[in-house]
Every structure is written in C-alpha cells, then in structure tokens.
C-alpha cells in the first residue's frame, strides 16, 4: 500500500494540489495520513476541507483546525494567527465544523500513531529537538511516530539498546528505511512550510518496501498570496510564503 502522509495544509488549495498531482505522477496513493491543520492562515479552508474528505483518509487535529471552530482559545495564538483563525472559522459551514470538531488527537494504523505535535501533547508541543523528542518516545506504543505542527521535515531515531536519541535531516527523494531503531517523522509542511525552503513538503510511505520517501514540489505560490490579499487576511502570513519559514 501507499500513503500520503502529509500535514499543515493550512487551507493553501494550490499547494495541496500540487502536491496531490506530484503523487499521482509519482505512482499514485491508496490512503492520505493527514497529520492536523488542514486549515488555518491560508485563505482555503473550506476547499482544503472538501478536497482531502474528497479521498480516503485518516485525521488528526491540530491546534488551528480546533482554534477556528472555537474549541481551543485563539488568544493564545500570535496576533497573526488568531486573526486568520477567526476569518477561518467564518469561513465554515456546520458540516465543516462537525468534521473538525469530530478529529481524534492521536491515531494509530499499523506500526504509525499520528498525531499532529507530539505522542505527549497532540496539539501544542513542538518537537524539533532530542531532548523532548527522547521523552516523546515513552508516549506512544508502535514502532513509529508521524507529526506535524514545526512545519519542518525531521527524522527523530531513538537508538537501541541505549536509548539515545538522534536528529537528521529528512533527505530530499531519498528513501529511508524502516527496518532498524524507532522513529519519530514530520514530513514538512504542505502549506506553509518553514525550512527556509518555499516548496510544498510531503512524504509517501510505502509498505510494500518498508520505506518512506521525502519529496517536494513547487506551487504557485503568487495564487496563494493574490486570494489572501483578497480576503483581507494578515500580509506577513502572506509574504512568508515566498521565503518558507
Ligand atoms: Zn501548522
């Protein structure tokens, strides 16, 4: 089987497209893995939502998905970020808020748990160092880990029997294999990716050879920012895109 495992739309149609059509040229998807906010800063969320409920999929919630339908508090959020937050939630119908509201923090398919921050806090903690990726370890019970929320593609590996804990990069159309230690794996950011590399981020896991492979792909990314001026959303969620952080 083959999935797409791809996280932090945030409500950026022309960059999940993209990223639908460079799977499909790449061999296609049985499944998508969505690791949580499908919506939140872009000027989308309706679309995103109705495109990814469009296919086979499972979801988790990530704090802007939850933010814009009012069942975490925005003011803890930047300025910036509530703002699109609130616009967001006008944004959505009952049938769009039922399906967010209904996300899971955590779920697991064979030897993954999804979740979008962390196995210890789904919704607000970063893992983007060892120290806390160590601990995160403890919290989940596969072999896996797939996470979203930093917007940055890292591979997380917890080495036996020390239990030491390694960093890496998530190399560029390289497969990495699942044969050896646990891990912890964020793809990047479909939407709005911030590894100072603008290209949507993505990866697909693939079952029959144990392996998943990181990709990334160009949008236009113009389009994007044009709608947002539109709706009148903040100009810095705008201009980042062009710099991907
Ligand atoms: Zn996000």
Redesign the pocket.
């Known amino acids: 089987m083959r999935c797409a495992i791809i996280s932090?739309i945030?409500a950026n149609l022309t960059a999940f497209q993209a990223v639908l059509q460079d799977i499909e040229a790449r061999g296609g998807f049985e499944r998508i893995w969505c690791l949580g906010?499908i919506v939140?800063y872009g000027p989308d969320p309706k679309e995103c939502i109705e495109l990814l409920r469009h296919y086979d999929h499972i979801c988790v919630a990530?704090?802007?998905d939850w933010g814009a339908i009012g069942k975490i508090d925005v003011d803890d959020f930047n300025p910036e970020a509530a703002a699109a937050c609130r616009w967001t939630g006008q944004q959505l119908d009952q049938q769009d808020v039922d399906y967010l509201t209904n996300l899971p923090l955590v779920t697991s398919e064979g030897d993954f748990t999804l979740t979008h921050g962390s196995p210890r806090e789904p919704i607000w903690e970063y893992l983007v160092s060892t120290h806390v990726a160590k601990f995160s370890f403890n919290y989940f019970q596969t072999r896996f880990c797939l996470v979203?929320?930093s917007?940055v593609p890292l591979v997380f590996e917890l080495l036996a029997p020390e239990g030491e804990c390694l960093l890496h990069e998530f190399p560029i159309d390289v497969p990495l294999t699942l044969d050896g230690n646990r891990m912890i794996i964020n793809p990047g950011?479909v939407g709005?990716p911030r590894d100072s590399d603008p290209r949507a981020s993505y990866a697909i896991y693939d079952s029959d050879h144990g392996v998943i492979w990181h990709h990334r792909v160009t949008y236009d990314i113009a389009s994007t920012q044009q709608r947002m001026r539109e709706y009148g959303l903040p100009y810095g969620l705008a201009a980042r895109l062009s710099h991907g952080w």
Request: glycine content about 34%; charged content about 15%; cysteine-free.
């Open positions: 932090d945030h906010d939140g990530g704090n802007h979203g929320h917007h950011g709005q």
